[in-house]
């Protein structure tokens, strides 16, 4: 039997789970019947709810591993909470193996005792009444805020303004939309935000790399989560908002804001599976569709119909759609033309717009940068779902066509994904690219590209399973390159030794037929751009698939730009 907790945390917004604030515990369960622990602990739980006077409201999904389950709890009480949800989760576990049960009620006494500190009417007042107005209103540890952009202002949760004293009609909000998917939610922030600039908006963005305002970085990091999404809305300067949000934070606390104008899911494929529970991909597509709870009944959901998951996922919403493809002839196109609904699709290389009945041609494929005159199959899908999603927020569409065109794929645009250098006569190709969905995307991408030959540079993190390696490097092998360099990722190792997943990779190299000569080892990412370069020749085509020390290797390549 076995029964560990492994982990405790708050939900702040709409969640995987429900709509609702509280504490949700990850549990993993083996050889002891799922149901029946999520029911004993349920039943501590509720009694413990109980005893702090608050509704008996709790949620569960069972998993291959185990289960999540969570309860409600006010907003101001979220740590006791979480306190109350672990003490049901070792009272639940001593009871199932028979083992001694913890003084649960000397722990109780002081949970009642934390959550008297934890309390903040002030707060639970001002955030009902903001939802009363119709004001967007987001909380933190630290501050609170109501409206958002210029009109946006803060206060310290310890120094909360009187209720009577709020000018309610003084607050606004800007338009603003979600970004996820498993690839391409970087690129399509980043494009978004200069078709906004084209529109004179100054547009904000969070993302996995920075969160930025205008040309102005705010700070370089991990933004995709609520943190981000916070701190970019109570930025006076951001008249628009593009928020990336990613697989984690979903997870971890929920939706960032609980209301936008518009979203865009750009496709579902694996990467990290059997974390918090998501052990497949069609587990994965439920997470991505998180973002659809946060449209209003008249807000658009930008999908794409040439996913599979993503199609799935969608027929089971009510939310209003517009779908992108490209292929015009899809099914899902000629029904939402028929219908006079919202479809993006490619016409005789042209992205093609339509809504009511009208078509609009928005930009040759060919005039489009990041699609590398089309060879870049994944970045016309992100153009035509930027396009669907610019439309869902009522930008021009002469804004629309500037952004697309001026859009580039240099490390100022959109750093990392499709940056390309000339050093020497030879094409050099920078991509963040880590899954296989990705890495099969840029391979094809630079397959097509005329060369004498190609050299490819690539490495995996640690944590990913001897088998995803394997995959990983069969999508490389794809490219049919002359010389592969596995590049080392001391910063990624995740519990291997060094050396450990080369030697994977070069038997699966081996496996394909791949001569001994024919690849080699760097110590890491810029020793292996280096290496790359040494043995390329004008007419070459490089591609280095970089996953840290990307301003190094920038740095560098920039400087052999000829």
């Known amino acids: 039997m076995k029964l560990q907790l492994d982990e405790v945390r708050r939900l702040t917004g709409p969640n995987l789970l429900w ?185 904000g963005v969070t993302s996995t790399d920075f969160i930025k305002v205008g040309d102005v970085v705010i700070d370089h990091g991990d933004y995709s989560g609520p943190g981000g999404a916070r701190m970019l809305l109570r930025d006076a300067r951001t008249e628009i908002a593009f928020l990336e949000v990613a697989r984690g934070g979903l997870l971890r606390r929920g939706l960032p804001v609980e209301r936008v104008d518009a979203a865009l899911i750009t496709n579902v494929a694996s990467d990290h599976l059997g974390q918090y529970g998501i052990n497949t991909v069609a587990e994965l597509a439920q997470v991505k569709f998180i973002v659809a709870k946060a449209l209003a009944n008249n807000s658009i959901l930008v999908v794409n119909a040439d996913n599979d998951l993503v199609v799935a996922q969608a027929s089971k919403l009510d939310n209003t759609l517009c779908w992108f493809s490209v292929n015009q002839h899809h099914a899902l196109i000629q029904q939402q033309i028929e219908n006079g609904g919202r479809a993006v699709f490619v016409r005789s290389g042209q992205i093609v717009y339509h809504a009511n009945g009208l078509f609009e041609e928005i930009a040759m494929i060919s005039d489009i940068p990041m699609t590398f005159n089309g060879s870049a199959r994944h970045n016309i899908e992100n153009a035509l779902g930027v396009v669907g999603l610019s439309r869902a927020l009522k930008l021009p569409f002469q804004s629309i066509r500037a952004g697309l065109k001026s859009f580039g794929s240099d490390a100022q645009d959109n750093p990392g994904r499709g940056n390309q250098y000339q050093v020497n006569g030879a094409t050099v190709i920078v991509d963040f690219a880590h899954n296989e969905h990705s890495m099969r995307a840029v391979v094809a991408m630079v397959k097509h590209m005329p060369a004498n030959k190609r050299i490819v540079m690539f490495g995996h993190a640690g944590d990913r399973s001897d088998q995803d390696i394997r995959n990983l490097t069969d999508a490389v092998v794809e490219l049919g390159a002359e010389h592969y360099i596995i590049s080392e990722l001391e910063v990624y190792l995740r519990g291997r030794e060094l050396g450990d997943i080369p030697v994977i990779v070069q038997a699966a190299l081996s496996e394909h037929g791949v001569a001994q000569h024919a690849s080699s080892i760097s110590s890491d990412p810029l020793s292996g751009a280096k290496h790359a370069l040494s043995l390329a020749a004008p007419g070459d085509v490089i591609l280095l698939f970089v996953l840290n020390q990307r301003e190094q290797v920038h740095q560098w390549l920039t400087q052999q730009d000829s």
């Open 19 to 203: 709509d609702l604030p509280g504490a949700i515990v990850d549990v993993l369960i083996a050889d002891v019947d799922k149901q029946s622990v999520v029911e004993t602990w349920q039943k501590w739980v509720h009694q413990f709810l109980e005893g702090l006077n608050w509704p008996r409201r709790s949620v569960y999904r069972l998993h291959a591993d185990g289960a999540n389950m969570a309860i409600c709890a006010p907003f101001d009480a979220l740590y006791s909470a979480c306190e109350l949800a672990e003490l049901a989760w070792h009272c639940t576990s001593a009871e199932i193996q028979n083992e001694s049960l913890p003084d649960w009620q000397t722990r109780l006494t002081e949970i009642k005792s934390e959550l008297a500190a934890e309390l903040n009417p002030k707060l639970l007042a001002i955030i009902g009444a903001a939802e009363s107005e119709q004001v967007s209103c987001l909380s933190d540890d630290d501050d609170l805020s109501l409206g958002m952009g210029a009109s946006a202002k803060v206060w310290p949760v310890t120094a909360l303004p009187r209720l009577e004293s709020i000018d309610w009609a003084s607050f606004k909000d800007i338009p603003t939309a979600l970004i996820t998917g498993t690839n391409g939610k970087s690129t399509s922030v980043r494009l978004a935000a200069e078709i906004a600039i084209a529109a004179g908006l100054n547009a």
